[in-house]
């Protein structure tokens, strides 16, 4: 599939054409948002498409599944296979790719007991989330980060995804690009709607910890054992909302995001209103890595057949 929704999608084991991939509207995980997914990318490589960390997102999927009690009828190394057949049967170099398992069940009723479930793997062209954009201003929403406590926020859930949906709606609408949630009742720092966060102060960088009702991001872990490896010291900590403000950077990470920089908050400019040059070291050698450039960092690529 590419964005002109030619191709195809792996649907339970076969390829169907994007267009004959459908549901019906009571679909359960449609109705529900029962549904649970990765994002995943493969870049265009020296050697070819190679898709970044596959084993951590599609170990993360399986959690996900795990978390909801959700059966899942392929297991992990048929369903990277499939990630690696999808890319290649649409002849994509590099692409966004969505693993998304679902309840099939037709009818009413929100219990899962008994029901069947499906996979279904695009791939698809697709630039970065943000654009061209040198840097992002961001709103402190004045909806939390969900936790634990409510629903799990390390599943990769479609319904979890309404937290962010709110909270991005109203950033947007406020004339801002995007929400930075908060967690704790307000006091700490959480993520944004579909990234992690990072500051960056005299030179080193933090983030919020897993405590933080975050989603554990993979490319939050490459950027920290990225900067570890660049001898940049990280600090996995709480962030208070106003070190937002303070610091001398911002940013965000993310699959689709890739490494963002924000460059206000709450109409506080960030540092000097520009991508930062510690963002920029990151992202720069974030580039290499995803494109085969450093070997160091070559195990996280899965070359497509
Ligand atoms: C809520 C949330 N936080 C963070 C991230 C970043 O995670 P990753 O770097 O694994 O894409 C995502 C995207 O998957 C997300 O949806």
Redesign the pocket.
């Known amino acids: 599939m590419n964005m002109a929704g030619k191709g195809y999608m792996w649907l339970d084991g076969r390829f169907v054409k994007f267009e004959d991939a459908r549901v019906n509207i009571l679909t359960h995980s449609l109705q529900y948002g029962s549904g649970i997914f990765e ?1 995943v990318r493969c870049y265009d490589t020296m050697n070819g498409p190679a898709v970044f960390r596959m084993h951590d997102h599609m170990k993360r999927f399986m959690n996900s599944a795990k978390i909801y009690g959700m059966p899942i009828n392929f297991t992990q190394k048929q369903l990277e296979d499939a990630v690696c057949g999808t890319v290649s049967k649409n002849k994509l170099k590099s692409a966004y790719i969505r693993p998304f398992a679902f309840y099939n069940d037709v009818g009413i009723g929100f219990s899962t007991k008994g029901k069947t479930t499906s996979v279904a793997i695009a791939a698809l062209e697709f630039g970065r989330l943000f654009g061209e954009s040198k840097g992002l201003k961001c709103k402190v929403s004045s909806w939390q980060r969900i936790n634990s406590a409510i629903l799990p926020v390390e599943a ?1 859930a479609s319904g979890n995804y309404l937290n ?1 949906i709110i909270a991005s709606k109203e950033a947007q609408d406020s004339g801002y690009d995007e929400a930075i949630l908060m967690s704790d009742s307000g006091k700490t720092v959480a ?6 966060i990072f500051v960056v102060q005299d030179g080193e960088i933090i983030t919020p910890p897993k405590s933080a009702d ?2 554990l ?4 872990d490459s950027i920290i054992k990225l900067a570890a490896s660049l001898g940049i010291k990280v600090h996995e900590r709480n962030i208070r909302k106003e070190e937002l403000y303070t610091s001398d950077e911002a940013f965000f ?4 995001a890739e490494i963002q920089a924000i460059t206000s908050v709450d109409s506080r400019q960030v540092g000097n209103g520009r991508q930062g040059p510690v963002t920029g070291r990151l992202s720069d050698e974030y580039s290499k890595i995803v494109k085969g450039e450093n070997k160091k960092f070559a195990g996280w690529l899965t070359p497509i057949g």
């Open positions: 994002g990769k962010s993520e944004g709607p579909g990234e992690n975050i989603l991001g993979i490319t939050r990470t993310g699959t689709a």
